[in-house]
């Protein structure tokens, strides 16, 4: 798998029947190492242990219902009240952020409200900070630090 933009870290890769497998220490099991796996590895790596995110405060790969159709996220990080702090959308290296990638993780939070979202593909980060109250998003020059 490609470098990616985050620190390094150690992860735990098996083979198994011709195909690669990392353990994901939310879900406590191995998976598929695809693309957009290995992105979100990294990116679970850097919330918890460079940004300090309680991994018992984060969540992977739930269903949500957006306009009664079934959706997936990737990584939702809660607040100790059961709000929701982070929202996160990843995508695949060779998967370019665009105007659909912003839909995707909007329409998403129209149903879960979270504080901030996060969409990368590994290589780009863009995160914002919302303001649901204006009906309002502000882009971070960086992801923020878990602070509660």
Known sequence: MQPLNFPKYSFRIKNSQNRQYIFDGIRKKFVVLQPEEWVRQHLLHFLIFTKNFPKSLVNVEKQLKVNSLKKRYDVVVFNPDGSIFLLVECKAPEIKIDQSTFDQIARYNYQL??????VTNGLEHYCCEMDHEHEKYRFLEDI???SR
């Open 113 to 118: 409200k979270a504080n901030y979202l996060l």
């Open 144 to 146: 923020p630090d878990f």
